[in-house]
């Protein structure tokens, strides 16, 4: 098996640079999303403790919504934490990919685009359970304020 030469590995390369900028991008997108979750976390948890102090109290039934609320969010959450580290995952394989086909000299070009797609449908589904998440948030805002 013959290695491939400098030249026949830059544009190998430099096809990875895609991968490679969605990895980052989809990096900062978790960043931003585990720090929701920890205060969606947080957050319940706090409402959690004051439900336990004052279990008969006037606003216990509001304390209880919002906690659910909460609960719901950091699933969805949760979901879209998943789905954007299976993006990283999938860039991650795709770029191995690509430079197992450029080593072994094999035309796995079906796969390879089945795998960026594969990443772009993970991304799409982490970005929407996002945008749930946001409608969530507005509407304990909206109850919380309404009372």
Partial sequence: MKMPSLAELIPILQLSIGPVILISGVGLLLLTLTNRFGRTIDRARLLDHQLAEQP????????????????????????????????????????????????????????IAGIFCAALVCLIGAML???????????????????
């Fill in 56 to 111: 008969g109290a006037a606003d216990a039934g509001r304390l209880r919504t919002q906690i659910a609320i909460l609960m719901q969010r950091a699933g969805i959450l949760r979901v879209s934490i998943t789905l954007g580290a299976v993006t990283v995952l999938l860039a991650a394989v795709l770029m191995l990919m690509l430079f197992v086909a450029a080593w072994f000299r094999l035309e796995l070009g079906w796969i």
């Fill in 129 to 147: 359970a996002f945008m749930g998440d946001m409608h969530l948030a507005l509407a304990a805002i909206r109850l919380e304020v309404k009372e």
